[in-house]
């Protein structure tokens, strides 16, 4: 998301930040009293998480996850692709997410239309909490176009999936048992599986990807998701392309160009 983002080296806080940081906490620690009361009612804790992140406000929680998120074309900053001069490259460094710079989530790249621009991800979502040990799915970053749709980058601990260390995405399982573990970070409410249409597998040098094409009526992100994901090291890696349908009629050839081009 044109201003500098707060880091946690930022200069001390203005009266405004303060009062901004104290409704931000407020409002958090509502939906963790949901959360409790919910989860005593017997709801699972993982569908209480995923609908809090479609109702959490989206306003940074004391420190900014995305250090350059900016909102301005991507197009003023990122250069220009080699192999596609309508695209910019977006490569991810340990300035960008507190992953980065944990080094839980090896450097990641994608081309992106210029036109596009950078949102801000909030803390509570980012991982910036629980960095270097993080339980559940964070959001790395996230882009998006009004006419066009928006993508993100979503990380997974890779021992949620598994129990063996530095495990291959093929070691976690078929493109089908990772889609059902992870289906929900990339709709943001719920995964059925008669929504996927279509999987592939995609190898680039040592590295394997599983990639997706899904119809969503119901998800949050949008109807139509294009997803593909890979895991190195301690984590799993998922690029989540999503539109709605008057998005997708125009857009999904750029979509899948982003998708394709997504790489660790």
């Known amino acids: 998301m044109a201003s500098a983002s707060l880091t946690l080296l930022s200069p001390p806080f203005s009266n405004s930040s303060l009062k901004l940081r104290t409704i931000s906490n407020a409002s958090m620690q509502q939906n963790l009293n949901l959360l409790n009361i919910d989860t005593k009612r017997g709801v699972p804790r993982r569908e209480i998480f995923l609908k809090g992140l479609a109702v959490l406000p989206a306003v940074v929680f004391g420190g900014a996850p995305v250090a350059e998120a900016r909102e301005v074309e991507v197009g003023s900053y990122l250069p220009p692709s080699d192999a596609d001069p309508s695209f910019v490259v977006f490569k991810a460094s340990p300035k960008d997410t507190p992953a980065l710079r944990a080094g839980n989530v090896q450097p990641y790249q994608f081309l992106i239309p210029p036109t596009w621009k950078q949102t801000r991800v909030a803390n509570i979502l980012s991982g910036n909490y629980c960095q270097p040990k993080c339980a559940e799915p964070w959001v790395e970053v996230k882009f998006e176009d009004e006419k066009q749709g928006k993508v993100q980058v979503v990380a997974s601990p890779l021992i949620r ?13 078929n493109p089908e048992k990772l889609i059902a573990s992870l289906g929900p970070f990339v709709t943001g409410n719920s995964y059925d599986p008669d929504e996927l ?14 990639k997706y094409v899904l119809e969503t009526p119901f998800a949050l992100t949008g109807s139509h998701n294009l997803a593909k994901a890979t895991a190195k090291g301690s984590t799993v890696v998922l690029f989540v392309a999503s539109a709605n349908d008057k998005q997708w009629s125009t857009s999904q050839k750029t979509l899948k160009a982003m998708l394709d081009s997504f790489q660790l």
Request: glycine share 8%; net charge negative; aromatic share 8%.
């Open 161 to 173: 999936l598994t129990n063996k260390p530095n495990a291959t995405i093929e070691e976690i399982g």
């Open 197 to 210: 249409l279509e999987t592939s597998v995609e190898k680039r040098g040592q590295q394997t990807y599983y």
